[in-house]
């Protein structure tokens, strides 16, 4: 299966900065998702990143607090603009798996954001 | 509209069989998945089942799909301390295979030794 490294692991960060989250893919993927888990929530889907077009946002996520970038078919990069303490959670990145049928997905570690 | 319900907490003794429940609201979802979030990691795809199947084994877990009632179930067989973790039920949802992911808030499994 995909493996995702997916970095910073965590990071503390004062408001009003940004953060960019990378993930790394060890094979080429159409689709690759972000996902926010707040404290005690599930996972929420942020946006659908496909390589060479705009990322999908989901509602309630807009691409100038959440800028994605996806330059190619392996990797992609998150970043929580303007941050404020509401952001503190953890980011997910999300690949399906290649040549797997039905389609699994995997997820990377993680980004544990705090926001002081 | 698109919800997954699963209750919050599920406490068992080791060696006892979990069952971890959720309900679904997405009548055209193809597949239905749990994954297992360990504290401090990311996702752990467990095992998956679809929507033509009524039942699904893969070693100590059973899966049990009720497709009238949308009603999805993990069992656990001789629950490990191994085992505790997070569980999430999800499915996907917009255009099948390559659709995204909706996810339960998770049940919080502990197992007392």
């Known amino acids: 299966s995909a493996v995702i490294s997916q970095k910073p692991s965590r990071d503390i960060c004062q408001r009003g900065t940004s953060l960019t989250i990378q993930c790394q893919v060890d094979?080429?993927?159409?689709?690759m998702f972000w996902y926010r888990q707040q404290p005690g929530q599930s996972l929420t889907l942020i946006a659908t990143a496909n390589q060479g077009s705009e990322a999908t946002y989901e509602s309630g996520f807009v691409i100038d607090k959440f800028p994605i970038s996806r330059p190619n078919l392996t990797f992609s990069t998150l970043t929580v603009s303007n941050m404020s303490p509401e952001d503190s959670s953890i980011y997910l990145c999300?690949?399906?798996?290649?040549?797997?049928?039905?389609?699994?997905?995997?997820f990377g570690s993680g980004t544990r954001l705090t926001v002081v | 509209g698109e919800d997954v319900e699963q209750s919050l907490f599920l406490s068992v003794r080791e060696g006892d069989s979990s069952v971890i429940n959720c309900t679904y609201t997405d009548s055209s979802s193809t597949y239905l998945y749990w994954y297992k979030q360990e504290p401090g990691a990311g996702l752990q795809l467990l095992t998956y089942i679809f929507s033509n199947m009524d039942m699904k084994q893969d070693q100590r877990l059973t899966v049990l799909l009720n497709k009238k009632d949308k009603h999805l179930s993990l069992r656990i067989a001789d629950t490990q301390t191994g085992d505790s973790a997070i569980y999430f039920c999800a499915e996907i949802v917009r255009g099948g295979s390559q659709g995204n992911l909706i996810f339960g808030k998770g049940t919080k499994l502990s197992v007392k030794p």
């Open positions: 094979s080429q993927v159409t689709m």
């Open positions: 999300s690949v399906p798996i290649p040549g797997q049928f039905p389609y699994g997905y995997t």
